[in-house]
């Protein structure tokens, strides 16, 4: 089925069991701001979606970094466990899907609270506290998606160690209606499966919302996809709240953002095995601010690229 994010003029009816009602109209919400210095505006915003997105991984032991000759290596320590205990952990994002009438934006939550900031008028103290948080975020989603952008297609940006790329492709997705169903966040979801960068998706999505947008680029069902999990269950989306919007759909300006292909860029991320600091030459980067947490910690190159550095594996969301 194409997938065209489009919403109907339509109110969502619920029952008396469901934990909340959203009446989506054509008319966008009055937003604070049509354009903030840094930014472009995509679209105007109905609805957000906060997910919880869970990804099933292991423990690999501790982080260190050196330079060889004029490349840097980023080497993880294997996992000192005693015998019996599981060195299987659960890595915990909090995402946001924005949608409107024409266009659906999907991003980590702290660069969407970033924005909603800088159009809220937010002081400098408040946008640099925000910023911190950023780049400190250890569990962040990098991947921004546009879908229907333009119409008919995917546009993301990422980044890919020491810079940021951009690709689009089509937003088609082949799905097959199951029979199952379930209640995800109060609304009343049916089944539907697809196949996706070699990965098999399973989604609960709900027509009681007429937007055929959804996590990450799953979307163009006949309502908003409300969860997905792959086949093996290592990533998993859910939502936890649905609620008016408060920021439209907005793109970060980026001089430096280069355009690429998915399939090379999806091939070199997954070459670089999730540390895509390793072997980057030395010359490319000028200037380099390391920041620690308890989950090892975050690297900021040329202060512009922050790249994300866990004692967990990764595991990347397509495989091909």
């Known amino acids: ?33 049509a354009q903030a210095p840094g930014y472009d505006k995509i679209g105007d915003a109905l609805y957000e979606v906060i997910y919880e ?4 991984t292991k423990a690999t032991g501790q982080l260190s970094a050196s330079s060889e000759g004029n490349v840097i290596k980023v080497q993880t320590g294997k996992a000192e466990m005693t015998e019996g205990e599981d060195d299987g952990v659960t890595d915990t994002y909090t995402t946001i899907l924005q949608f409107g009438p024409g266009q659906a934006r999907f991003l980590d939550y702290l660069a969407y609270r970033m924005d909603s900031l800088v159009f809220a008028g937010a002081t400098d103290e408040s946008l640099s506290k ?11 989603f990098d991947p921004v998606v546009f879908q229907n952008l333009p119409e008919g297609s995917l546009t993301v940006d990422d980044v890919l160690v020491p810079g940021t790329f951009s690709y689009s492709e089509d937003m088609a997705l082949e799905w097959a209606f199951g029979d199952g169903q379930k209640e995800v966040c109060g609304y009343p979801c049916q089944e539907a499966k697809a196949s996706y960068g070699g990965r098999e998706w399973t989604v609960w999505f709900t027509p009681s919302v007429p937007a ?6 799953l979307c163009g069902l006949p309502g908003l996809i409300m969860e997905a999990q792959d086949a093996e269950g290592i990533h998993h989306f859910t939502a936890t709240s649905l609620r008016k919007a408060g920021c439209p759909i907005v793109r970060v300006q980026d001089a430096g953002r280069d355009k690429t292909q998915r399939d090379r860029f999806i091939q070199r991320k997954n070459a670089a095995g999730g540390n ?19 989950n090892g910690g975050t690297i900021k190159i040329n202060g512009r690229v922050t790249v994300r550095m866990t004692n967990h594996t990764w595991i990347p969301l397509e495989l091909k």
């Open 1 to 33: 089925m194409a997938g065209v994010v489009s919403l109907l003029a339509a109110c969502v009816a619920a029952t008396a069991q469901e934990v909340s009602v959203v009446s989506v109209t054509a008319k966008p919400m009055e937003q604070t701001k």
């Open 130 to 140: 925000a910023s911190k948080e950023v780049d400190r975020s250890a569990f962040y």
């Open 53 to 56: 997105y869970n990804v099933k």
């Open 212 to 217: 055929n947008a959804g996590p990450w680029k």
């Open 276 to 294: 895509s600091l390793n072997n980057v030459p030395t010359e490319s980067i000028s200037t380099i601010s390391v920041f620690k947490n308890d």
